[in-house]
């Protein structure tokens, strides 16, 4: 009797997901070609620690979930935001992200086939900056001996080095190529920062192929503006180089 309630119980619960996402306003919904999905949020324990909100994420007439990712993980004591979760869509891919202080970006990707249906591929979206990002010296600041000067205050993207890193990971896309034949890199990355605080003249080391050197450019592309270096209280231009690692694992 026992065997029994307990799969009539479980009958009920799983009847009740399905009516429930059937009948439920999607709180998100997108297409990724001819194929129309849709997202449900959802919590987590109600009696645990953290509050967790949940993606879940179906297809356009279908019952049964395809995913289900963290949207935020929140402690209820202090407030604080232990885990932060993000979605796009491109093309016939979703991207989700997972952020956690001082860990590198989860990056859950889930790309669309032929028959439109879709496979997982997990990776590490992991941006690794120097402690101290030094400038080389103002490019247009000499000395009487004709060598560049040390800036007396360096450029600083908007929020410090911990924004440029949350930047960075919740931008980069891991790319494709790189992706399906598995493949580990770090770009070396050069550029300037000019009086106005924009971004040019990005530069990598060396190319790097599997489609890393355009996705290290798009990004330093979107960038926003920093506070641009100040020498002798004028704002100059000044060069940095920053490291971006890529990790499928």
Known sequence: MNNQFKLITLLILGFSTIVSAQNSTPDFSFS???????????KGNAKSKNDTVFYNLYRM???????????????RTSGDTVKSGSYETKD????????????????????QNEKGLLSLKTGI?????????????????YDNSGHPEKVDVMAEF????????????????????????????????KFVVEKDGSVTNIQLEKKLGYGFDEEVMRIFKRM???????????PVRSQFAMPISFRTH
């Open 158 to 189: 908007p929020g410090g080095i911990n924004k440029v890193r949350e930047f960075i990971a919740k931008n980069l896309r891991y790319p494709e190529e790189a992706q399906e034949n598995e493949v580990e890199a770090t770009a070396r990355v």
């Open 92 to 111: 016939h891919q979703i991207f989700f992200y997972l952020k956690e202080k001082s860990k590198p970006t989860i990056l859950r990707l889930y790309t």
């Open 224 to 234: 926003p503006k920093w506070k641009p270096a100040l020498l002798k209280g004028h």
């Open 125 to 141: 979206s992991n941006f690794v900056a120097p402690q101290l990002p030094a400038p080389f010296g103002p490019v247009l600041a």
């Open 61 to 75: 007439g279908k019952t049964q979930r395809i995913a289900k990712e963290i949207k935020h993980v929140v402690n």
């Open 32 to 42: 990724l070609g001819k194929t129309n999905y849709f997202m449900l949020l959802t």
